[in-house]
């Protein structure tokens, strides 16, 4: 049961981070997007959206993008923490998978 409980905190711990990183994110691109002649950010939730969008990798062509260069870096770095966390959930699957299988031949 221990065991259970550490994976259950340690999910419970990388999503409140996830949740801090959009939030922060989504402050920071509407903070640099909040003079621009485009308003495509009007509020903190429509750049959240564009944020949590584009951390996932989604990305969709709404006409919605940032026209500062602080809001082009805001997306430039949530791109790249979006692709760094995509790769390091398929680095855990893989050696989750692989400590399975050395599991399973023990047995």
């Known amino acids: 049961m221990k065991n259970k409980t550490g994976i259950i905190r340690k999910c419970f711990a990388v999503l409140v981070l ?3 990183l959009v ?3 989504s402050v920071g691109l509407y903070i640099s997007e909040i003079n621009s002649e485009h308003e495509s950010f009007s509020s ?3 750049a959240m959206q ?13 006409g919605v993008y940032p026209m500062t260069f602080g809001g082009k870096l805001f ?3 949530t791109a790249a923490i979006g692709s760094i966390i995509g790769v390091a959930c398929l680095i855990w699957i893989v050696l989750g998978i692989i400590r ?8």
């Open 50 to 62: 564009f944020v949590f969008i584009t951390l996932t990798t989604v990305g969709y062509e709404d």
């Open 23 to 25: 939030f922060f994110l």
């Open 18 to 20: 996830l949740l801090v």
């Open 44 to 46: 903190i939730w429509d």
């Open 100 to 107: 399975l299988g050395s599991y399973l031949r023990k047995i």
């Open 75 to 77: 997306t430039m770095l």
